[in-house]
């Protein structure tokens, strides 16, 4: 049965469309005539979720299977929310508009942290019971995937079971068990025991944490043998053959990235020593351009876009750019269709693409130095020298653009104040460029926006040992800053280190930190990504509460040995090669990228994408790593 | 060159649409549809299409127009069904003709019906309701606070004069209520013809209000309809797609 939802109901609420569904392309079924229901659920509003690639993958493949209907599900806003809960309305899918809680499967992506308490919140207003604990018969399986995944604790108590990895065969092994599991009828613990068994799921519920007596992990072992003790992530082999949509749902409303997305690869070769998605993606895998081209064309014929954009971790770094965007300009121009090219590395072959292709205005372009010396950027293994970032604001300029974004880190591992004081410098540099550029050549209303986000560790990085700055530290630097950026042309802007704190804590949190996320919860937290509604001190009474040390695990180093929340998750990567990145951090040596050699991180391990051409002899290993990978950490 | 009107309707599933979200559905219906739409010239091109009065969202209609450019010559019925094979559901194209006139769509309305049904908690006679209509009619002026945003972008309200472009209103009860409005204490559909387009427009959330302010009650909810949207030649109501407008 739908739910009904009045119009006086939809009238009362900011953008009603998020709520009504029936975009072009979404997928209509019926029902009945399917045995099991998948709620894809996104932990925030529609142009947000929307937004997301691995969703629409996910949810056109799953809509493959005869035997399944999978419907989006998103967090209602606030105001929406409330008028649910007053008109005893449950959660309910765009689709359909029927209640989640009727379904076989609630699936949540984990995109960033700051989006747990809205997993609790859906829950709720689907009327599941929110610990996995007190599901019983005949209630949907909750489960989640996506990148935070990779770190499962601090949900372990809410979800039945994770997808750790890609998620386009997994999704549908488990849906092949269920369809069997459900005819037979046979138990909900038989079900997870039955899907145990397929590589990258975890089961929370068959794992237990021990800790230490100073309160850091002893183990987090499997309470049977025959649960494995390390559960690897799945990657995709093959990206040419893998399923993508061929069709995309067109929403009715502006969503955040609201055009064709197309991508190019899945990981990044650079491995900055920061970022979690360089590694947790490895390794890197690309689809050829003749397979793009085609995807774009039909894309563009079933959505009818005025945009493409060329999605990848970084877009310079695709080897066939020339090719693919040579073909797409020629596709695409005679139908007033637009490329848009973000995360581009900025040298002359870019501008002149952008030149090309993009019919903006030339406002503004966006950098990312990351650190403000090179003795943080070594250490960072950013490989961007001040001369690089120079040569291509100059670039920039002499273009006609005259509006530049920096976006920089601070609470770098090793940071000092000079390294935070060269943002500042680096700022002034690049301004100067803009002043070398002839008057006649160069754009008017030079701006120069120098963005700091607060450096937040994560698992499966090198820093993963590292203690974030505290909340006065890091507000001591932004102060800093704040003095030394001066000058008409230069702005300065920051982020809430309040929030970077909390992201810190649940990306390397254990599963004691679910009761604080819960009392969060309880006591009123939700869309805490959303300054407006992001409230610090009713967390702060959620930790006391719990009598937990937030500090505990933002802000203390770790030591070299200790066993992590997530040590019994294999990305492919190594701890041991994540450890002598840590050290060659510390003395400032760079790591070259896996385009130049292979360093033996663990993640040929898979034998798939650029790791094979070493192994299968295409690229010459100038600098063979010693131990490669160990299976036994 | 040539130049298409036609009139669609937007049901249910669409209502909830902003017009600006409206003319982005239309522009990709086209352009997945293949036809030869005609583009402005300039840096950003613009496909060369003009919408009717825009509808308030939450309302459906079945009278919605639009005048399309085309830049080669294309027969009304394929445009109709080319077209109609590439929009959503919940819009279609019901009607089009060729048009001629150098006036747009926007520029040729004058007046609107509505549907408009109002279900209050409270529970209203029909005597009741329908003598206050009669006697907000009877006034030679009616003024309502209508919100608009003021210099500094606040919020304000404005006394406005209604009386003049209410043309005619009607009330009887809703024979068959729609699910989900059981349970309200009374349910009445109002038709009203109201001035419409750019020389006098007045919407009908307004005119319900000048009616709940008659009535001393305010409604709880409402759905509203657009049955019909008119231009005028020689003084006389025309429908948009009559010959007399299009030439």
């Known amino acids: 049965m739908p739910v009904i939802i009045r119009d006086d109901i939809l009238q009362s609420v900011e953008k009603p469309a998020r709520y009504t569904g029936g975009e072009l392309n979404s997928i209509i079924k019926d029902p009945s005539k399917v045995s099991i229901r998948f709620a894809f659920c996104f932990p925030d509003v529609y142009e947000v979720g929307m937004s997301h690639l691995g969703m629409r993958i996910l949810y056109n493949l799953l809509n493959e299977r005869e035997d399944t209907y999978c419907e989006r599900v998103f967090a209602p806003w606030t105001d929406m929310e409330a008028r649910m809960r007053e008109n005893g309305i449950p959660l309910f899918s765009l689709e359909t508009r029927q209640a989640v809680g009727s379904f076989d499967f609630v699936g949540f992506t984990l995109q960033y942290e700051m989006s747990y308490t809205n997993i609790l919140n859906m829950l709720d207003l689907a009327g599941i019971p929110l610990e996995r604990a007190d599901r019983g018969e005949g209630q949907p399986f909750v489960c989640a995937g996506g990148p935070c995944a990779y770190n499962p604790e601090p949900l372990a108590d809410f979800i039945d079971f994770f997808m750790l990895g890609e998620g386009e065969e997994i999704i549908n092994e488990v849906m092949d068990v269920y369809g069997e599991w459900k005819k037979e009828g046979a138990s909900r613990e038989e079900f997870l025991n039955r899907i145990v068994k397929i590589e990258g799921i975890y089961v929370p519920g068959f794992y237990e944490p021990k800790y230490k007596g100073d309160g850091t992990l002893e183990a987090v072992s499997p309470l049977k043998a025959s649960y494995p003790a390390k559960i690897r992530k799945r990657i995709i082999k093959d990206l040419d053959n893998i399923y993508f949509p061929e069709k995309a749902i067109v929403p009715y409303i502006n969503i955040v990235h609201d055009r064709i997305m197309l991508e190019l690869f899945r990981g990044c070769t650079r491995g900055c020593r920061f970022c979690q998605a360089g590694y947790i993606y490895r390794p890197v895998r690309e689809r050829t351009p003749g397979k793009l081209a085609e995807l774009a064309g039909k894309l563009q014929e079933s959505t009818g876009y005025g945009e493409i954009s060329l999605t990848s971790l970084s877009t310079s770094d695709y080897s066939g750019l020339p090719e693919l965007t040579g073909e797409l300009i020629k596709e695409m121009e005679p139908k007033k269709v637009n490329l848009a090219l973000p995360s581009l590395r900025i040298d002359s072959f870019s501008l002149d693409l952008m030149e090309k292709v993009q019919k903006v205005r030339k406002s503004g372009l966006t950098f990312a130095p990351e650190a403000g010396t090179q003795r943080l950027r070594d250490i960072i293994n950013k490989g961007v020298t001040e001369e690089d970032l120079l040569n291509s604001v100059g670039l920039a300029f002499g273009g006609g653009w005259s509006g530049v974004k920096l976006y920089f880190m601070i609470g770098l591992p090793f940071e000092t104040m000079e390294d935070v004081e060269g943002i500042a410098k680096l700022g002034r540099l690049v301004a100067d460029e803009y002043f070398k550029v002839p008057k006649e050549k160069r754009g008017k209303g030079l701006e120069v926006s120098i963005s700091t986000s607060s450096f937040v560790p994560k698992p499966f990085t090198p820093f993963q040992w590292e203690a974030q700055d505290s909340i006065e530290t890091l507000r001591q630097k932004q102060k800093f800053l704040r003095d030394k950026i001066s000058g008409r042309h230069l702005k300065y802007s920051w982020h809430d280190p309040e929030l970077s704190m909390l992201e810190a804590v649940f990306a390397r949190g254990d599963r004691r930190v679910g009761r604080v996320l819960a009392r969060a919860w309880e006591l009123g937290c939700s869309f805490d990504s959303w300054g407006e509604h992001f409230k610090f001190d009713v967390w702060m009474q959620a930790f006391n509460d719990c009598g937990i040390d937030p500090a505990f695990y933002a802000n203390r180093k770790r030591d070299p040995d200790e066993v992590f929340p997530w040590d019994h998750i294999d990305i492919g990567v190594t701890k041991k090669h994540l450890l002598r990145e840590y050290q060659k951090a510390e003395k400032g040596e760079v790591t070259p990228n896996c385009m130049t050699s292979c360093v033996g991180c663990g993640a040929t391990v898979f034998g798939q994408g650029i790791c094979s051409e070493y192994s299968g002899g295409g690229r010459k290993q100038q600098n063979i790593a010693s131990d490669g990978r160990e299976e036994s950490e | ?247």
């Open chain 2, 1 to 247: 060159m040539s130049k298409i009107r036609v009139r669609f309707s937007r049901g249910e599933a669409v209502k909830f649409i902003s017009h600006l979200d409206l003319m982005k559905v239309f522009e990709r219906a086209i352009r997945r549809s293949g036809l030869p739409i005609d583009y402005s010239k300039g840096f950003n091109p613009h496909p060369q299409m003009v919408f009717g009065l825009p509808l308030p969202v939450g309302m459906t209609s079945d009278c919605e127009y639009a005048d399309f450019t085309l830049a080669e010559e294309t027969g009304t019925e394929e445009f109709m069904q080319r077209l109609n094979a590439s929009l959503p559901e919940g819009i279609r194209v019901t009607a089009a003709a060729v048009n001629n006139s150098k006036k747009n769509i926007m520029a040729s309305i004058r007046g609107a019906e509505y549907l408009l049904q109002i279900f209050t908690n409270e529970v209203l006679s029909l005597e009741n309701v329908s003598a206050g209509l009669e006697n907000m009619l009877k006034c030679e002026s009616i003024k309502v606070g209508k919100e608009s945003k003021g210099k500094d972008g606040r919020r304000v309200l404005r006394e406005t004069e209604i009386r003049p472009m209410i043309l005619k209103a009607a009330i009887e009860p809703v024979r068959v209520l729609p699910e989900g409005y059981e349970g309200f204490g009374s349910a009445y559909l109002i038709k009203a013809e109201l001035k419409a387009g750019s020389e006098a427009n007045l919407r009908p959330d307004l005119f319900l209000k000048a009616f709940a302010q008659q009535l001393g009650t305010t409604a709880d909810a409402v759905r509203m309809h657009r049955s019909a949207l008119y231009s005028e030649v020689g003084g006389a109501k025309a429908d948009p797609l009559d010959k007399a407008c299009l030439s």
